[in-house]
């Protein structure tokens, strides 16, 4: 199993640009949730989804948007990039067994918006 | 929401000291994870303990769950060991809507 997988692992955008980060887990987990990282500080969520179809916000939703058609694949989508968006952006997924919800993350992608 | 709080937040040793991290959470969680965080930034799993006692070679993790605090103990440190590690919690009874990490422990390991 490839875990959970992060494209690209680093990227430059200018201010107004647009992206997706592609994330994509081999686990059949369910969950799947989306993390930034600024310097010196912990991980925050930024997005989650329970299931195919089902998305909700984290703490810090403000100019992302997701989707998840897929069990796979949970893409964030980042509209007209700002230089507060200059993060390390992580993805991760659990499944719930029995009270269980280990997560597991991918290698994350490093962002920097000029 | 919940808060998480580690300790200490730097901490510089020398290479075969041992080392106790510890991390308060400020609610019931029915997940709680260490994560190693690597010079490369990579996150590692190193425990999923939200009660209980777990050792893996070096490094041991104990939860209290009833007092609301988890400690990693690291013995014999090497300079692999270096980097950030995060506890990571997650509110009980709100299913797996995501973890909520502390601010971490920076850890350097001198040769």
């Known amino acids: 199993n490839a875990g959970v997988t992060q494209t690209p692992k680093f990227r430059i955008l200018k201010i107004g640009q647009s992206m997706t980060l592609q994330c994509t887990q081999d686990m059949n987990h369910n969950y799947m949730y989306w993390y930034r990282q600024d310097p010196g500080m912990g991980l925050k969520l930024i997005y989650y989804s329970v299931g195919a179809g089902i998305t909700d916000k984290g703490e810090v939703p403000n100019g992302y948007n997701v989707s998840r058609s897929t069990t796979e694949d949970f893409p964030l989508r980042l509209e007209l990039a700002a230089p507060s968006q200059t993060s390390v952006y992580f993805c991760a997924s659990s499944i719930l067994d029995r009270d269980r919800t280990e997560a597991f993350f991918g290698q994350g992608t490093r962002l920097t918006v000029v | 929401g919940i808060q998480v709080e580690q300790s200490p937040p730097d901490l510089i040793l020398q290479e075969g000291a041992n080392s106790t991290l510890r991390c308060n959470f400020s609610d019931s969680v029915n997940n709680l994870q260490w994560f190693h965080q690597n010079p490369w930034g990579q996150l590692i799993n190193l425990f999923y303990?939200?009660?209980g006692t777990k050792q893996n070679g070096r490094l041991s993790a104990t939860t209290v769950a009833t007092e609301r605090y988890s400690l990693l103990y690291i013995s014999s440190s090497q300079t692999t060991d270096s980097g950030v590690y995060f506890c990571?919690?997650?509110?009980?009874?709100?299913?797996?809507?995501?973890?909520?990490f502390g601010k971490g422990t920076h850890l350097i390991i001198q040769p």
């Open positions: 303990i939200p009660s």
């Open positions: 990571a919690v997650e509110l009980a009874g709100g299913g797996a809507d995501g973890l909520t």
